[in-house]
């Protein structure tokens, strides 16, 4: 509603149409006592010998009361104008109100000049029915201005003709008393005519007092309903995604807990978009934008009902339902949405864009379980590859669990020195010599037993000990190096893991060369190993690794030919030596595939001088391939196992030294 001003032409024009409704109501009360009057006249003029006279006066007094009756009932644009008219609008309906006004004088003009002829019915009031006429007179003037408070012109256009006429027969027949009651009536008139401009003033003033409020009440209407326009958007803003128009993470948590209070059997889903990142590498951020918020209308419109869809940030979205309401098995919709998703978009080429879900289906005491639970699950089916969906099930609650008690007790372990590291050796291409070690983190947790190493790295990084982690791991790496020493090994080095969030987070470098220096031990004696994901996001990682290389230290890329890592990643962070993943060595001699990418790796590292590890050799028949096929390095299960820091120093004790064969090998023989 459009606020109007209290003060000012509107008010003006708001009162006039109050003067305008009060005067219709007015007139309308008032002609019936006025042609009762008139009627009363003709009979007693009809009686004393004037019926024609009192006729033809009282058929115009009549045909008078009738057309201010009609302009009474006419409509009127000025009175029917709505609240929210425009300028101009309002500005028409003001001058209608003004005409109706003006015609209103007019009308009550003539009745009063009809009724201003009234002597001639008693002959300029000298017949004996003169009291009569006077008393009808000052009535009829009298109630003209009781009536006629709302505005005083109306009051005044009818009482001054027939009142000027009394005055005037009065003096026109002369004598003391007559002369006297004429200066009575002239003195009556002026009363009444002040009389009828200050009730004008105070209808005036109440109009204008009671249009101040309904102002003000519209006023108070009108902020009231923005106000609470804004809480309304600020509510939507405050729980919905401004791009999808979905739920956002705050509006979904409300809905589920709300969902949940009222004893539904909650499915939660969480859904994630696999190769989104390269949209918007490739694309840009506003076709991933685009993306995301088709992605959003299909998921919205292949739901089922009363089910609550959310964006909880990127390109992460969420779904709950009753399960009880819903006939589709969770399976069947997952299925859907991921098929439905897989669909061509017209921003890039078909094929890009998946999609992994994560499934809960079972009702749990509380949101926060079944977000846990949904994420266990689509943590499984993204490792299952794109467009999969997992099931929580015996298996994830059990690993959940594993999980969530590593969280909750890897703050003690660290104090109480629970954890190992292990060491797993690297051998030459004759398959005896050791080249050097690998660190391995192991953790025997006193309830679920061996913690596999990126479990253990995980619940690090969950329970906000990830650098506590890596001093400790950095500690006893550091020590193996002074014992290899203190044995005349210096030929060995010991390479050890930096995950990805390790190194976006913490100042590894800072640490790493901090603490050898303090040991006195040469950078050249570590080697630090990232995971291609870490190649992923060079720009955030490549100034720690170049701090680390250029004080010395060895850069190897591992788990190289699975991932995302480029020939530009290699030389961008210098790396000294790549480890083919394992996925490509086991079963290598069966695999012409596979060998065929191990010979294209190993050429890659002749070509750019990079030493070449292959991991995960498994049997004697894979040993024999990479020799084969010249493979400088090589590491696993068949060579060695990872051993602790005291069994693998009686292996050391047990092979010969690298020496100059090992040395010869890293460059690429």
Same mark, same amino acid.
């Given at each position: 509603?459009?606020?109007?001003? #209290? /003060? ?52 115009? #007094? ?18 029917? +104008? ?72 109306? *009051? ?22 007559? @002369?006297?009651?004429?200066? /009575? ?9 002040? %009389? /009828? !401009?200050? /009730? ?85 951020? #506003? ?42 098995? *969770? ?6 949405? +991921?098929?439905?998703?897989?669909? *061509? ?65 890897? #703050? ?33 947790? *006193? ?25 400790? !791991? ?63 996001? +060079? ?6 690794? $170049? ?7 060895? $850069? ?19 790396? @000294? ?5 394992? %996925? ?86």
């Amino acid at each position: 509603m459009r606020s109007r001003p #209290s /003060t000012g032409p509107h008010l003006d024009r708001q009162i006039r149409r109050d003067q305008l409704d009060a005067v219709r109501a007015s007139v309308q009360q008032a002609l019936p006592i006025n042609m009762l009057l008139g009627l009363a006249s003709f009979l007693v003029a009809l009686h004393s010998g004037y019926g024609v006279a009192g006729g033809v006066w009282f058929s115009a #007094s009549m045909a008078v009361n009738l057309l201010r009756l009609g302009l009474c009932r006419a409509p009127c644009a000025g009175l029917a +104008i709505a609240a929210d008219e425009s300028p101009t609008a309002e500005g028409a309906a003001a001058r209608s109100v003004d005409r109706h006004l003006l015609l209103a004088c007019l009308a009550a003009l003539c009745s009063g000049s009809v009724w201003a002829f009234l002597p001639i019915l008693s002959e300029g009031y000298t017949t004996a029915q003169t009291l009569f006429y006077l008393t009808i007179t000052c009535g009829i003037t009298a109630g003209a201005v009781t009536h006629g408070i709302a505005y005083a012109r109306i *009051p005044i256009c009818f009482i001054t003709p027939p009142l000027l006429s009394v005055a005037l027969c009065l003096l026109a027949v002369g004598g003391f008393d007559r @002369n006297c009651l004429a200066a /009575t009536v002239l003195l009556y008139l002026a009363a009444l005519i002040r %009389s /009828t !401009i200050a /009730t004008e003033r105070s209808f005036r003033e109440t109009s204008r007092l009671k249009n101040e409020a309904t102002a003000l009440a519209e006023a108070r209407k009108a902020a009231h309903a923005s106000a609470s326009a804004l809480a309304e958007e600020m509510r939507e803003r405050a729980t919905h995604d401004g791009l999808t128009g979905l739920l956002n993470r705050a509006g979904f948590i409300q809905r589920a807990e709300e969902r949940l209070t009222a004893g539904e059997a909650l499915c939660l889903m969480l859904l994630d978009l696999d190769g989104f990142k390269s949209v918007n590498d490739v694309y840009g951020h #506003s076709t991933g934008d685009r993306v995301l918020a088709e992605v959003a209308r299909r998921i919205r419109a292949a739901l089922p009902a009363d089910c609550d869809a959310a964006r909880l940030g990127g390109d992460e979205f969420a779904l709950v339902y009753d399960s009880a309401r819903v006939v589709e098995s *969770p399976a069947a919709l997952a299925e859907r949405l +991921i098929q439905i998703v897989a669909e *061509p978009f017209e921003s890039f080429d078909t094929g890009r864009l998946g999609m992994s879900i994560g499934i809960c289906p079972r009702p749990a005491d509380s949101l926060t379980h079944l977000l846990s639970c949904a994420d266990e699950a689509l943590y499984a089916a993204k490792h299952s590859g794109r467009n999969h969906f997992r099931l929580f099930d015996e298996g994830l609650r059990a690993r959940l669990e594993v999980r969530r008690d590593c969280e909750r007790d890897l #703050s003690q372990a660290l104090a109480e020195g629970t954890l190992e590291v292990w060491f797993q050796p690297i051998f030459g291409r004759d398959g005896r010599t050791v080249t050097n070690l690998e660190a391995l983190v192991r953790w025997h947790h *006193p309830v679920h037993g061996w913690v596999p190493p990126a479990d253990l790295i995980a619940a690090a990084a969950i329970a906000g000990l990830t650098e506590s982690l890596l001093r400790f !791991i950095l500690e006893q790496v550091c020590g193996k190096l002074c014992a290899l020493r203190d044995r005349g090994r210096h030929d060995l080095s010991v390479a050890m893991n930096v995950s990805p969030r390790e190194m976006a987070q913490i100042a590894v470098d800072e640490i790493v060369l901090g603490r050898l220096r303090l040991l006195g031990l040469p950078a050249t004696a570590l080697e630090i190993e990232i995971t291609e994901e870490t190649a992923l996001d +060079i720009e955030a990682v490549q100034g720690k690794l $170049m701090a680390l290389s250029r004080a010395g230290i060895r $850069m190897a890329l591992d788990d190289f030919g699975t991932g995302y890592s480029s020939l530009a990643s290699v030389r961008q962070l210098r790396a @000294n030596r790549v480890k083919i993943d394992r %996925s490509l060595v086991t079963g290598l001699t069966e695999a012409e595939d596979k060998r065929g990418l191990v010979q294209a790796v190993l050429g890659l590292g002749r070509a750019l001088g990079l030493e070449v590890v292959a991991e995960g050799v498994e049997t004697a028949d894979d040993l024999a391939t990479l020799q084969a096929m010249g493979c400088p390095f090589m590491q696993g299960y068949h060579l060695a196992r990872p051993q602790s820091a005291s069994d693998v120093l009686r292996l050391l004790d047990a092979h010969p030294f690298a020496g100059v064969e090992a040395r010869v090998q890293r460059l690429g023989a």
